[in-house]
């Protein structure tokens, strides 16, 4: 069993993306050979190995080779999406939901959308993982023992029937037409590599080797640690980009739903001010509104609003419990008792709670 570089790609579906929230549905890999049937990916593996693309940074198109030489954790500039939720169908497929957050991206992805070509678009894994030679089907193979981290699922072009040329996996067999990378084919992409194993097998005496052994090392050790403080603020980039990106969603949410409840008041207040309702009733019937963002059905709500309230004040009229008022002290206190004891009786006829009932009747008194 070896140590592997995996890497596969499959088109996206027509109709998998979502242009008002910019996520697709993508199948990330699938169980069977590739194309050349140098590899073959057994279901069960993916099954139990599915996880590890949670959370994996979409990129738009793979590195170059130089740029996998020179910056192997890839650049926050062509970070355009990022995978979310994982699961695995019934046939061994691994699929997911995808983010797309790149707004141009977004754009081409919508565009591709509605002319029918995003299936001319695919992505493309790069995972890590073990294989071993096998006989599988009667083919001589690569059979993947285990994938265990996937540095990133990838854009790239998908050629429709016709014979564009892939990004992977072509007929001609160049250095991408592979789903692993043995451990000699990474070492021909990374001279740097070879030329620090090379040293520390040189033996000359123990001694030197000793040294050359702990500079090696050393230097191996250097390489780590600038890749792993790139990967760190590639992170902290891209949760800043993340972050901000949240917070100007939410303010701009927050604005807009202000600025819709500004709009209905104004039109509930336009189309109060000229019924014939007492202010007292106008103002009650404003601020059944004040919450309203939407002004789907706004006319017929207000008719009924303000329908409603001139029924609650003929009510009041015909049961006589304000008659009397303004005939003397004593007599204003009574009737604004009863008032107020009526309005709690025809508050609760309505429905509410007693407290509310209660409340609501003592304002409709101080506003007379």
């Known amino acids: 069993m070896q140590p592997i570089l995996a890497s596969r790609h499959t088109a996206l579906q027509e109709g998998a993306f979502d242009t008002a929230k910019g996520e697709l549905t993508v199948t990330i890999i699938e169980p069977g050979f590739n194309k050349s049937k140098g590899v073959y990916y057994p279901k069960e593996v993916l099954e139990r190995d599915a996880q590890i693309f949670a959370g994996a940074k979409m990129f738009g198109d793979h590195q170059s080779k130089s740029e996998r030489r020179d910056r192997p954790e890839d650049s926050v500039h062509r970070w355009v999406g990022q995978i979310g939720k994982v699961w695995t169908e019934a046939s061994g497929a691994v699929k997911a939901t995808a983010k797309v957050f790149d707004q141009p991206f977004k754009d081409k992805l919508a565009a591709l959308s509605e002319t029918g070509l995003l299936p001319e678009m695919g992505v493309s894994i790069r995972a890590l993982g073990r294989a071993g030679r096998a006989v599988v089907q009667g083919v001589k193979t690569q059979l993947v023992e285990s994938l265990y981290k996937a540095r990133s ?18 007929e001609k067999g160049d250095e991408n037409d592979v789903d692993l990378i043995d451990a000699e084919a990474l070492l021909k992409r990374r001279p740097d590599v070879v030329e620090l194993i090379e040293a520390s097998r040189a033996k000359p005496n123990e001694k030197e080797d000793e040294i050359m052994s702990t500079e090696a090392v050393a230097e191996i050790q250097k390489k780590l640690d600038e890749a792993e403080k790139s990967a760190k603020e590639l992170k902290e980039a891209s949760d800043k980009t993340i972050a901000d990106l949240t917070k100007e969603r939410d303010e701009q949410s927050v604005l807009a739903k202000k600025g819709q409840r500004a709009e209905v008041r104004v039109a509930v207040q ?65 009737g604004a008792k009863e008032l107020q004891a009526t309005m709690v009786t025809t508050y609760l006829g309505r429905g509410q709670s007693l407290e509310e009932a209660q409340k609501n009747a003592d304002a409709y008194v101080a506003a007379m």
Request: aromatic share 6%; proline share 4%; no cysteine.
């Open 153 to 170: 699922v990838d854009f790239v072009t998908w050629p429709a029937a016709g014979g564009r040329v892939e990004m992977f996996e072509s």
């Open 270 to 334: 336009e189309a109060v001010a000229k019924t014939d309702l007492p202010e007292p009733s106008k103002k009650r019937v404003v601020k059944q509104f004040e919450s309203v963002e939407s002004d789907d059905g706004l006319d017929k709500k207000i008719e009924k609003a303000v329908e409603s309230e001139t029924e609650f004040l003929k009510e009041l009229a015909e049961a006589g419990k304000v008659k009397n008022v303004g005939e003397s002290k004593k007599e204003e206190e009574d």
